[in-house]
Structures are given as C-alpha cells and as structure tokens.
C-alpha cells in the first residue's frame, strides 16, 4: 500500500525503485514551469540545493491535453519519473503525490532517494474541494493564512473559503466606507466559557484586525500559485452588526450600537439584558431602503475587484425577521414588489445582490437558508451545513440546483475532535444530506468550516484542522468505493511525520481515532458550557 492522501484513483504498484540524486535533473514544459517549481522547493529540502534542469533529464513533467483539468499520471520506473497534466493544477497534484512518495519532508541532507516503482492514474471526484476561515470571530495574521494555504495544496484543496465579515467584526478595507475597519473591525472584549454562557467568562480586552486592499491582493496571488482560489464570505442580510455598528443607518432602527462581543445567533441572550429586536444582538440590515442596496453594491464592486474567483459568498444565513415585520420601509418594499413576506423580502435581496453580481461574471453562494426565502433564481448555489434533514435544499439538489455540502455532523471543525471525529468526515457521502445517486452531478462539491468564535489563536486552528482536513481532503477527492478507513488510519503514520516537520500542531490519535464516548461526553460539555480549550489542553499534557 503507497502511503499518500488522498488515496489516488487508480495505483498500480510495479516492481524495483528508481534512485534519485542531485544528477537526476528534471525537464518541464513551459506550460507546467509554475507549478514544478514546488517540486524543485521539495528536491532541495531534501537535497539541500536545487536540482538542475536538462534536456535528458529523469525527472520529467509534460502537458497532456486528452487529459482533463486537474487530472495527471504519473510513472516511476527504475529509468525515471514521468508526469503527465492536464493543467497546471494536476501537475501540482502529481507534485503533492510524489512528496508523499519520496518522503521529501522526511529528509534532509541526502545524497539519494530509493522510490517505489508505481503507475498513478488520478483525478478528483468533486470540483470544488475547500475549506473555510472564520476570520471576523478571530483575526489572524497574513503570516498564518500562507501557512493554511501551504497545507491545502499538500490535501489537493483548491477553494479557501474566506469568511471576512460579522457581527463580531469587519476584517476587509473597503476605501468607500472607511468606518467599516476603524469601527467595525474593532470589539471592546470576546466571550471565552463556551456556547451557554454569555454572562460569565470574558478575555477581558479587546480584540481587532483587518486585512488592506493589498495584503488581500497578497494572499490571492499566494493561493494561485498553489491552485487555490479564493472564495470571499461577506455575510449579508444578517451577521451583520459590525457594519451597523460603523453605519447605524444600515439597520431598519438607527440606533447606536457597538460590535458584538459575545457569540451565537439567533439566541437573544437574555442573560445580558437584551431582547429580540433591540439590535443589540444578531442584526439583520434594512432592506426596505435603497439606501442599503447602494452601500451593499459599493462595497461588492471592491470585492469583487479583489478577488478573481466566478464566485461569491453571501452567507445569507440565521437571518431575523422581527425587525422587518415592524419596518415601516421593509413593509413598504414588499408591498411596492408584490411580495407575500418578509420571508420574500429575503429572497428579493438575494436575487438582487445575485442580479448585480451576476454582470461581474460571477455566481452567488448561500448558506441553504436562503433556500427557505423563497423566490431564488436557479443559478445560485446552495451550501448545505445543517446537521438535520433540509426538504428545501434535497429539493434544490435533486431537481437540478448545484449544492456544497458541508454538513456540520461531518465538516464543522470548531466542535471538538471527539465529537466531529475523523470517521464522521471519511464516511460522509452525499446521501446522508439527501442526495439521489442520479442527482450527485448537481453536488459542486465538499467543503470543511472552522467557525472561531472559540479560537482565538493559531495553535488552536491547526489542532482543530488537522488530521480531520484529511479525512475530508480524501471524501472529496477520492472515489467511494476505493475509500477505506482502516487504510487510511494506516497512512495516516507517514502523514502525521509530515505534518511534524511542517511544524503543524496536530491532534494526536487518542483524540481522532476512535475518541470514546467519554471523551466525547467531556469535551462537548466543555465546548458548551465552560472551557472549549479543554480538548486541546489534555492533549497538550499527553504530547
């Protein structure tokens, strides 16, 4: 068995190996040049200098056009190494795999490297493969994102979903509305004891960050060298409180209010004094006033500019509605367009937010809420995360409408390793959210969440990533009935070698494989009621 994840399509392991040393050299058409240069990083890691390009090299990497995007073979004999790549994204792939191979991250200082003879035929299973950030609940560093996206090209990720916006700050300049960084990204504290207890349990300081105009364009141009788009999330019509918070007359009350500090949606938090519809918690903007649909277009129009991905985000989720049965404009709108609800009032925005995107030559994403808005133009996406049966989003799916599935049982990263175990995100397959198997080509897609209201630093990030967005990588890449979990706990011993010279705070095995109901018990209690490091604390003690 060949030690790589994801586990490729097809390997057929032959005979001998082939011995590769700093005379081996590598050729590569011009067209693959950007991407083999991640081989050449790899070679001198292990090497300690470049190897050499030359026109009888063993090392080669070619163009293949009958293949499709993304797609490779490669073949080791004891002659040498032949990639083939559709594009430049199955050359990096077939780069990930012969890491893997050849252990480049393994060794250092070695004068040869003996690799199995193998023939690999690969191509993913799903289009989209993602993982997201939450980085409104918690800001982090440029620094940090590179490293995030270093790793996803060691998975074969090619979607970074960027969740830059919420209640609990704004983390994206947008030079038209200058108050949305200097107010918006900017909270006076952050809960820290867990989902049930927004009274108690505070850091005690404030918390703030923003991305520039440019650090942005950074990260971008960093992701596509890798073969990672960029997905940006600006939460709209709800989770948004710190835009109101810089532009109280986005909200159908114009109070003045501040960034939240505390966490969760829906909850009015009653234990802090304050009452649905005082906007005081999570806030929904006004979209009665045209007004709001001036300042939302302004901001997509520097968004949009910024990242050159077909797609964009809308959130769209946990969306309350009190507010806009009691606005007088909200009212107005949905009389004036012959709406029956506020729950059109919903889809009304979406399809407007998606009309005006849409001539930017890009498509709208939403979480599967915005499917209960009704009225929705069959061009949006869909991205299923609910962990209970959703009639909308199996109807969507299963009459044509594309999906992402992220289903929380499976893919959400912010619960404890114990409760959202790695078996929980191997097994997953698209009809446990509903899918028919002749409706599986309408599935984009599969994408893992870290929501980090209960993240507040790095270590925390890769403890919570890793090794379960493996386990993910493989769903989405590989084909179900070549899938194994025992297999790949198994391959998991070279990886996890990997990811400790990648200097990766990974979580142990006691915590991924197999955690026990105990454990589970613990941890979710923590999670909810006290301390959501704990997970993270008794693993740091047995390490």
Not at 13 to 37: I, N
Not at 297 to 313: I, K
Request: net charge neutral; glycine share 6%; proline share 5%.
């Amino acid at each position: 068995m060949i030690h790589v994840i994801p586990m490729p399509l097809s390997v057929n392991e032959l005979p001998g190996k082939f011995r590769l040393t700093k005379e081996s050299g590598y050729y590569t058409d011009e067209a693959l040049a950007g991407a083999v240069r991640f081989y050449a990083r790899d070679f001198e890691k292990a090497f300690g200098e470049a190897p050499v390009q030359k026109e009888d090299a063993a090392v080669r990497f070619s163009v293949d056009t009958k293949l499709k995007n993304e797609a490779y073979t490669l073949h080791i004999d004891e002659n040498g190494i032949k990639v083939h790549a559709g594009d430049k994204n199955g050359a990096l792939y077939a780069i990930q795999t012969l890491r893997q191979l050849a252990g480049f991250d393994l060794k250092s200082g070695v004068q040869a490297l003996d690799i199995a003879c193998v023939r690999i035929s690969d191509a993913p299973r799903f289009a989209w493969r993602g993982q997201s950030l939450d980085c409104a609940r918690h800001f982090f560093p440029v620094e940090n994102i590179k490293k995030l996206l270093d790793l996803f090209l060691l998975h074969k990720l090619n979607v970074f979903h960027w969740h830059l916006t919420d209640d609990q700050g704004w983390r994206i300049e947008i030079k038209k509305y200058p108050l949305l960084t200097e107010v918006g990204s900017k909270r006076k504290d952050t809960q820290r004891t867990g989902w049930r207890k927004q009274k108690v349990g505070y850091a005690g300081e404030p918390h703030g960050g923003y991305y520039t105009q440019d650090e942005i364009r950074e990260v971008v141009a960093y992701a596509a060298e890798r073969g990672i788009m960029v997905v940006p999330e600006i939460d709209m019509p709800a989770h948004f409180a710190a835009a109101e918070a810089a532009y109280p007359d986005l909200a159908c009350r114009p109070l003045k209010t501040e960034v939240t500090y505390y966490f969760g949606a829906m909850v009015p938090h009653k234990e802090l004094g304050y009452k649905p519809g005082d906007n005081s918690w999570n806030r929904s903007a006004c979209l009665g006033k045209e007004s709001t649909y001036e300042f939302i277009f302004n901001v997509l129009d520097e968004v949009c500019e910024l990242f050159p991905a077909p797609y964009f985000h809308i959130g769209g989720d946990e969306a309350p509605r009190d507010e806009w049965k009691k606005c007088p404009h909200c009212q107005e709108k949905i009389r004036k367009e012959g709406l029956q609800s506020v729950d059109n009032l919903q889809g009304y925005f979406n399809n407007r937010v998606n009309e005006y995107i849409k001539k930017k030559g890009k498509r709208l994403i939403g979480w599967n809420e915005i499917l209960s808005a009704g009225n929705l133009d069959r061009s949006v996406i869909s991205q299923y995360w609910v962990p209970t049966r959703d009639k909308n989003a199996e109807r969507y799916v299963n009459s044509g409408g594309q999906m992402i599935l992220s289903r929380q049982t499976a893919f959400y990263f912010d619960y404890p390793n114990a409760e959202v175990t790695l078996k929980n995100a191997y097994s997953f397959t698209p009809a446990k959210s509903g899918v028919r198997p002749e409706a599986e080509k309408n599935v984009l897609g599969i994408e893992s969440e870290l929501w980090t209201e209960f993240v507040h630093d790095w270590r925390k990030v890769e403890f919570n990533l890793f090794p379960r967005v493996a386990a993910m990588c493989e769903t989405a890449w590989t084909s179900e009935s070549q899938k194994d979990f025992s297999g790949f706990v198994q391959r998991l011993d070279q990886y996890e070698k990997i990811l400790g010279t990648l200097h990766v705070h990974y979580a142990p095995r006691a915590y991924t494989v197999n955690p026990g109901l105990v454990k589970r018990a613990k941890y979710m209690c923590k999670f909810f009621w006290s301390n959501p490091y704990a997970e993270l604390e008794d693993a740091e003690k047995e390490m």
